[in-house]
Nanobody
Framework: VQLQASGGGLAQAGGSLRLSCAAS????????MGWYRQAPGKQRELVAV???????NYADSVKGRFTMSRDIAKNTAYLQMNSLKPEDTAVYYC?????????WGQGTLVTVSS
């Protein structure tokens, strides 16, 4: 499974960005997809995850602001980020789980200015 993340960039506080994660390869075996982020000097943390075809689960810090979705037909996962805050600044990574193996995309930088 290969993952290609895109959509990062610079946004002002209160603004919005949408990240995309295109999957290729053995995509029919993807069990879960998620978004993680890593801010400078901090550990990577889970932002949102969709397991199988269930609804997304979110970190408390993004609940009500971020929405994760998954378009099976396009083999793509999205992260709609609204009401962005400076503390959302991080490199965002998409992740997929296939039969116990974890795959990572290359990361896309999101910078939120105050």
């Amino acid at each position: 499974v290969q993952l290609q993340a895109s959509g990062g960039g610079l946004a002002q506080a209160g603004g919005s960005l949408r990240l995309s994660c295109a999957a290729s390869g053995s995509i029919s075996r993807i069990y879960a997809m998620g978004w993680y982020r890593q801010a400078p000097g901090k550990q990577r943390e889970l932002v949102a995850v969709i397991i199988s075809s269930l609804s997304a689960n979110y970190a408390d810090s993004v609940k009500g602001r971020f929405t994760m979705s998954r378009d099976i037909a396009k083999n793509t996962a999205y992260l709609q980020m609204n009401s962005l805050k400076p503390e959302d600044t991080a490199v965002y990574y998409c992740q997929a789980s296939v039969r116990g193996t974890t795959y990572w995309g290359q990361g896309t930088l999101v910078t939120v200015s105050s």
